[in-house]
Nanobody, 125 residues
Framework: QVQLVESGGGLVQAGGSLRLSCAAS????????MGWFRQAPGKEREFVAA????????LYSDSVKGRFTISGDNAKNTVNLQMNSLKPEDTAVYYC??????????????????WGQGTQVTVSS
């Protein structure tokens, strides 16, 4: 059974940092694309960042580019999201997801077959 478990969320002041982690089990995710999405109250779930396991290539949404960094450890089957210079608008539930496709990094929710339960990130002003 495939499982993705996020950790590292919490409450932080604006300008602060948090590091999210996603632990994957049940499959070897080194060939997958691992992504992070987020969903704020009353809003749709949106793409944040992704990393392709085979190449290490990364992709970020414009709203987090330059502030967030995604990284992966294939040996440990984990992916991390380092979030710096956090803003109140970053407040959301953050989800880890996995895409089995071997092509380009995809940013749509429908492309990702496996999802974690989410972790809350709250940024106070």
């Amino acid at each position: 059974q495939v499982q993705l478990v996020e950790s590292g969320g919490g409450l932080v002041q604006a300008g602060g940092s948090l590091r999210l982690s996603c632990a994957a089990s049940g499959r070897t995710f080194s060939r997958f694309t691992m992504g992070w999405f987020r969903q704020a109250p009353g809003k749709e779930r949106e793409f944040v960042a992704a990393i392709k396991g085979t190449t290490g290539r990364t992709l970020y949404s414009d709203s987090v580019k330059g502030r967030f960094t995604i990284s992966g450890d294939n040996a440990k089957n984990t992916v991390n999201l380092q979030m710096n210079s956090l803003k109140p608008e970053d407040t959301a539930v953050y989800y880890c997801a996995a895409d089995q496709s071997l092509v380009i990094i995809r940013t749509t929710i429908e492309a990702y077959e496996y999802w974690g339960q989410g972790t809350q990130v709250t940024v106070s002003s």
